[in-house]
């Protein structure tokens, strides 16, 4: 079966560092989009990072992660990861892994990871 698992939340210190690591799984033919999400209590989910495999490829972040968070692919692997720097209270939250991931010859579906906590407090 097809998931997609996460890795690397825990407990931070503001200013502090951490990576988080999405690796897909199962029968795939190929991934298109991968991303990162987080959801905090009361709070929608909302778009943290997320990289294209199209053409000249295409990264997106949200503004409040900007020029602290990076993310990149090892598609050889399967693999998204999200670097994470200069970390604030804010940025606390459940991180998911988020996939569109082609199952079937020319079937596509997203997919979700069940998520990893990652927690900055000092």
């Known amino acids: 079966q097809v998931q997609l698992v996460e890795s690397g939340g825990e407990l931070v210190q503001p200013g502090g560092s951490l990576r988080l690591s999405c690796a897909a799984s199962?029968?795939?033919?190929?991934?298109?989009?991968m991303g990162w999400y987080r959801q905090a209590p009361g709070k929608e989910r909302e778009l943290v990072a997320d990289?294209?495999?199209?053409?000249?490829?295409?990264?997106t972040y949200a503004d409040s992660v900007k020029g602290r968070f990076t993310i990149s692919r090892d598609n050889a692997k399967n693999t998204v990861y999200l670097q994470m720097n200069s970390l604030k209270s804010e940025d606390t939250g459940v991180y998911y892994c988020?996939?569109?991931?082609?199952?079937?010859?020319?079937?596509?579906?997203?997919?979700w990871g069940k998520g990893t906590q990652v927690t900055v407090t000092s």
């Open positions: 990289s294209t495999s199209t053409s000249g490829g295409s990264t």
């Open positions: 988020h996939g569109v991931l082609e199952v079937l010859k020319n079937t596509w579906a997203n997919y």
């Open positions: 199962g029968s795939i033919f190929s991934i298109s989009t």
